[in-house]
């Protein structure tokens, strides 16, 4: 099946991340400011912790970055090689080179735009709670300077331009709002789907200017309930019900109206929410007993690239649903964001 895919069919765009993986306490949460489930950008308080972990801890490295994630995951499930494509910028050092070979090892095609005068962006990862939190503090670096020309050569205009399906995080909009709406407006042009996360609930809050300027042109929004409940404070939804408040995203204007807004709302071990066409539909989630869980670091990022692999196959969103909370299920029980090697058999 999947030697009929196209190369490059999918292309994702977000901030490449090396990851530092710690087991922490509440005290080191304290002491930063940091809620046990979080992901925000480091401001200049932060900054002292990056030192710290190497100084104090026993920091785990490992390739993240909220979308290079989603797209290796993508990647192995439909192991034919360049089938997605993942663009973001990195610094030219070692940290890029790491994440660049798992990108590569995966069968990813790279894109990065490459910085000269900054380093490739780190992410604090701060494990609590035997596993189940994990709270996040990205210093974006090199990341933060990526270009909107980047994608206006000729050689990567044409790999935006074959793309079927596209992908950006939330993330990105506190980058370059520029490139996310203008990958969408081709999208839309183009009559492809356009897909995006509502990653951290500080972009729901901070970035909600963007972030509504750029939903008209989403046809399948992912996040989960923390998120889902920022979006909804700050947009006036007045509930706090994650039903009627996917039902409301999904409401949201929309540019082409041919087909409605799916959205996604995973809750952690719960029931993840569902909506299309104006129907909720609930999606229990297969237990996975606590001392198999390591760490829930990339589980939202896992679940997204499962179900979008099944997209990608055609299948129903059933089966999107539960291949992703199955890739979800899997990144859960190792440390770090990667399971290379199993399968998902439907
Ligand atoms: C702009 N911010 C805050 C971020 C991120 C991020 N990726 C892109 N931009 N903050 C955390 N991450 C990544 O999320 C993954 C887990 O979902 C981390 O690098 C981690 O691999
Ligand atoms: C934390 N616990 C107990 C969990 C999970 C989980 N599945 C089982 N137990 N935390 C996260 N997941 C999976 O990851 C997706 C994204 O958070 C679920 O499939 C969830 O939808």
Not at 152 to 164: C, D, G
Not at 191 to 204: T, V, Y
Not at 208 to 214: H, L, R, S
Not at 232 to 258: H, M, R, S, V, Y
């Amino acid at each position: 099946m999947a030697a009929e895919l196209k190369e490059g069919l999918l292309f994702g765009i977000c901030n490449p991340l090396l990851d530092m993986a710690v087991s922490a306490d509440k005290e080191l949460l304290d002491k930063y400011s940091l809620k046990p489930n979080d992901a925000i950008l480091a401001e200049e308080k932060h900054l002292p912790l990056y030192d710290e972990l190497v100084k104090n801890y026993k920091v785990e490295y490992s390739a993240g970055g909220s979308g290079q994630n989603t797209c290796m995951v993508v990647q192995w499930l439909l192991e034919k090689p360049h089938l997605v494509v993942y663009s973001g910028s990195v610094g030219k050092d070692k940290y890029s080179q790491i994440l660049e070979d798992k990108a590569h090892e995966s069968g990813l095609k790279t894109c990065y735009q490459y910085q000269d005068s900054y380093p490739t962006g780190t992410c604090a990862v701060l494990i609590t709670g035997n596993g189940t939190n994990r709270s996040l503090c990205a210093n974006l670096a090199a990341a933060n300077h990526f270009s909107h020309d980047h994608l206006h050569s000729p050689e990567n205009k044409k790999l935006v331009q074959q793309a079927e399906y596209y992908y950006a995080t939330g993330f990105f909009l506190t980058v370059c709002f520029e490139t996310v709406l203008e990958l969408a407006q081709i999208a839309h042009q183009r009559n492809k789907l356009f897909m995006m996360n509502l990653s951290a609930p500080f972009i729901c809050l901070v970035y909600a200017k963007q972030q509504m300027q750029v939903m008209p042109y989403v046809d399948i929004i992912f996040g989960n309930d923390d998120e889902a409940k920022a979006l909804a404070k700050e947009q006036g939804f007045e509930t706090e019900d994650i039903k009627e408040i996917a039902l409301k995203i999904a409401d949201l204007p929309k540019q082409n109206t041919d087909r409605s807004r799916t959205v996604v709302i995973t809750q952690g071990h719960n029931p993840v929410i569902f909506v299309k066409d104006g129907k909720v539909e609930e999606f229990e989630v297969p237990k996975v007993p606590a001392e198999k869980i390591i760490d829930t670091n990339g589980a939202g990022d896992a679940f997204v690239g499962g179900y979008l692999a099944q997209l990608i196959l055609g299948k129903p969103y059933q089966t999107s649903i539960k291949c992703g909370m199955w890739a979800a299920s899997e990144i859960i029980q190792v440390s770090g964001t990667s399971f290379k090697g199993k399968k998902y058999f439907n």
